[in-house]
């Protein structure tokens, strides 16, 4: 506020002792009082006829600008009142933030006036129903969370626009212009008439007002500190921020705690503001039309009530939250404001009660909104009052991984994305419509993460000890116990394997069968792994998951159903006759697919190959020539199938060809003959687009294989040159530096290892040269991206065609992290 009342002073001082026939007024932040050390100086002059005015005013705006006030300046006649009122709503909306700072007053008072009597009734729903479009874009654009990891702090959901938005929906509904010309900003003087008006309680009205300094004054000190206009809050600013405001230096989860918790007011406060807006555009329903739901509550149309004069226990308000979920309802300002009046008080006195778990597991039941109503118990603290172990995830936050939301929004985030597929036509919808009982599935999922503030890396083993004592303490069996026991320590299980692993190897399907005594378990665990998907990144969960996750479900159930192996599985899968291959080429005999099929020593390869393409690649090898390259689209990506006479680092150089020619490599399987022909075929989509490959660039990449198999590319400046030309892009797209990890896993044929790194441009090409100087032969290789994080895994063999001794291991790994620290 200091700012905006030196920058008013400075107006004055500079302009005194002139009169005007127009008035100069403050507007936007300015106007509120809220200037930010780079925000713009909005200035709107108000005037009968600017043109009449027009070498006044040009003289006025010349001194400020002469004197070092940058201001810029809208000029304003009453009959924009009404253009702008059916023409552009947010010029419309900038009028009611104005304040007189000099000049002719009366032109202001009666530009006030005007403005309010300009709109009817008609008018006023038209404009509070554009406000509510625009927040809903708004939040469309910039997140509709207020728990992002990395929000913009103006028009994020929970940010400054969303108390601003409420403001202008009160003086659009009340007609009337809050203004004032004593020291104090626009939200104070707003929150006051909202208490005065008995909009809300006191101890929210101070709430809202902590809350929104909060935020501005973080917005202060991220100007300064960048020294520019800035408003989205990157993972580097809260680091240096979290020091400025006195938290740990380097860990700034404290600091983000309190900002979450503010932007967490700010956004309930404005939903709930939405609600009663829009139930007052819609016609009233009278007294007489509510519904006794029990002798506590009532119900008229969708809003709740409590009609007690007893006081609220904690048994009574998960009672009331049951009844919300159940109708489809909301509760009325005065019960919402008891909420949380309690639940500060509950905080600070906290007392058992016995009987609440009852309502709270009718909750979980709920046959939809589940995931609505545990996401409004959080925002009002309830959830975590009533299970302290949820509050510790309340803003819980892990940067340098794929996450963009704190853990307690993730959480409800995977039951509420659980609940919107019920009635999709998928393997999943169809589970999850089908299950007679969903309270052990939403156990699961609101307990998935429960263990992460304490240890992210082994938050599965430890939060199973911690769902037995919440359930415990709520009053489950054992056996409920068991099954959600189940869920948490299993639920990163069929991502790692599904996006890691060879799912045409015997050993993985055994080795994860192993794991599900019925197909019920099977169905849990499948839509566990979705919710958890899904909920932590838009970008996260894509076609090619999807199906890898359903392929594993597909082949791991037909195993539990029909009690076989893997093996039997996949022979049973994998077996073709060479007749059914011979009828797409007249150029091939059954002798020659036998020999094919023969001479690949992996059963996968008839797996992953149609029958059409299977004669392809015989007609190929049958002509001699140097190298075939093949490709084919697919709904996300584009397949490519190269063949040709192995040699050493042959897979490095395919993979170079496809860096330099802007492919992102998703999964590389690599089939190789006893005669020493390859067949390896990628998964591959533009680094830039996420989208398959355009038609147009298919001769440069088949050209760029030949050259490199004819030994005329030279890979290594090329990739530089790439590197150097794409640098910018790079530096958007990847940004961090984090931490690499390489650990290594025991296979009945092949030693695997994992790969954990920040992702860049060439990766896999750096990685797998090194493999080849480090005598490791990849027999298959599959890529997992989550965000700006890669996860690569390897088959391998050493020269010998046998497992990697683990004396080696330390090698590996020092030479491998040292290639990827130089890509880094």
């Known amino acids: ?210 809350s929104y300094k909060f935020i501005l004054g973080v917005r202060n000190i991220l100007h300064l500190q960048l020294n520019q206009r800035t408003d989205r809050f990157e993972f580097s600013h809260q680091l240096k921020l979290s020091e400025v405001f006195g938290y740990p230096k380097d860990n700034p989860l404290l600091f983000m705690k309190e900002y979450f918790k503010a932007s967490t007011v700010l956004n309930r406060f404005t939903k709930s503001m939405i609600k009663k807006f829009t139930d007052d555009l819609s016609n009233p329903i009278p007294d007489s039309l509510a519904i006794e739901i029990d002798e506590d509550f009532i119900i008229k149309g969708k809003t709740i009530s409590y009609v007690s004069e007893e006081e609220l226990k904690m048994s009574y308000i998960l009672r009331a939250f049951y009844y919300r979920g159940l109708h489809s309802g909301r509760f009325d300002e005065q019960l919402r404001g008891k909420i949380i009046e309690f639940i500060e008080k509950f905080r600070n006195n906290k007392k058992a009660e016995t009987d609440s778990s009852v309502f709270f597991r009718e909750i979980l039941k709920l046959p939809k909104n589940v995931g609505l109503t545990l996401s409004v118990m959080n925002e009002l603290g309830v959830l975590g009052a009533f299970i302290p172990e949820f509050e510790e995830l309340n803003g819980f936050m892990q940067h340098g991984v794929y996450h963009c939301y704190t853990a307690d929004e993730h959480t409800i985030m995977t039951i509420r994305n659980l609940e919107a597929i019920v009635n999709d036509d998928s393997t999943l919808g169809r589970i999850y419509y089908s299950l007679k009982d969903r309270e052990i599935l939403h156990l699961g999922m609101l307990f998935h993460d429960i263990a992460k503030p304490i240890n992210i890396s082994g938050h599965e083993i430890i939060g199973v000890e911690m769902a037995a004592s919440i359930m415990n303490r709520l009053g489950y069996s054992d056996e409920e116990i068991l099954k959600v026991g189940f869920l948490v320590e299993n639920h990163l299980v069929m991502e790692q394997v599904a996006f890691r692993r060879n799912l045409n190897d015997a050993e993985t399907l055994n080795s994860f069968a192993r794991r599900f005594e019925s197909l019920e378990d099977l169905d849990l665990l499948y839509l566990v792994t979705y919710g958890d998907l899904s909920a932590v990144n838009p970008a996260v969960w894509t076609s090619w998951k999807a199906e890898l996750l359903n392929e594993l479900y597909r082949k791991c159930k037909a195993m539990i159903k029909e009690k076989i192996s893997g093996e039997d599985l996949l022979y049973s899968k994998t077996y073709v006759l060479p007749k059914d291959i011979t009828k797409h080429s007249e150029d091939i005999s059954e002798d020659n697919v036998q020999e094919h099929i023969d001479s690949i020593n992996d059963i996968a390869y008839t797996s992953l190959f149609t029958d059409k393409e299977i004669a392809k690649h015989i007609e190929e090898i049958q002509k001699g020539i140097n190298i075939s390259v093949m490709f084919k689209e697919l709904p996300d990506f584009t397949n490519i199938t190269v063949i040709t006479k192995d040699f050493p680092a042959l897979l490095s150089k395919l993979c170079g060809v496809l860096t330099i020619n802007d492919a992102n490599i998703h999964d590389a399987k690599i089939f190789t003959r006893k005669d020493g022909i390859i067949i390896d075929t990628f998964n591959v989509t533009d680094f830039r687009t996420h989208k398959p490959i355009e038609k147009e660039r298919y001769l440069k990449i088949k050209n760029d294989f030949n050259s490199v198999v004819a030994g005329l590319l030279q890979l290594p400046q090329e990739v530089a040159m790439m590197k150097s030309k794409w640098w910018r892009i790079e530096n958007k797209l990847f940004k961090r530096s984090g931490q690499v990890k390489i650990t290594f896993e025991s296979h009945e044929r092949y030693t695997i290892i994992d790969i954990f790194s920040p992702d860049r441009i060439g990766f896999l090409y750096h990685v797998t040269s090194k493999m080849n100087e480090l005598g490791l032969i990849i027999y298959f290789a599959k890529i997992s991206t989550k965000g700006d994080d890669i996860v690569d895994s390897f088959y391998v063999l050493d020269r010998n065609s046998k497992k990697v001794s683990q004396n080696d291991y330390e090698l590996i790994i020092s030479e491998l992290t040292e290639t990827i620290k130089q890509i880094l």
């Open 1 to 210: 506020m200091e700012y905006s009342l030196l920058v008013e002073a400075a107006i004055r001082l500079v302009t005194a002792g002139k009169k005007h026939n127009f008035a100069l007024s403050s507007s936007g932040s300015f106007a509120r009082r809220e200037l930010s050390p780079y925000s713009d100086i909005d200035l709107m002059i108000i005037a009968d006829s600017i043109e009449n005015n027009k070498d006044d005013i040009s003289t006025l705006i010349t001194t400020l600008w002469d004197s070092g006030i940058e201001a810029s300046s809208t000029m304003r006649e009453i009959p924009d009142i009404q253009k702008y009122l059916s023409t552009d709503l947010h010029t419309f909306t900038q009028f009611f933030e104005t304040r007189f700072i000099l000049g002719n007053e009366s032109v202001y008072k009666n530009w006030n006036k005007t403005l309010v009597d300009s709109f009817n009734e008609k008018d006023t729903a038209n404009l509070l129903n554009e406000l509510f479009l625009d927040i809903s874009r708004r939040y469309d654009k910039y997140g509709d969370s207020p728990k992002v990891l990395e929000p913009n702090l103006k028009m994020s959901a929970g940010g400054l626009r969303d108390l601003q938005a409420v403001e202008w929906m009160y003086m659009i509904a009340n007609k009337n212009i809050i203004s004032s010309q004593y020291e104090a900003t626009q939200v104070e003087v707003f929150i006051d008439h909202m208490e005065s008006n008995n909009y809300t309680t006191t101890m929210e009205c101070r709430s809202l007002l902590e």
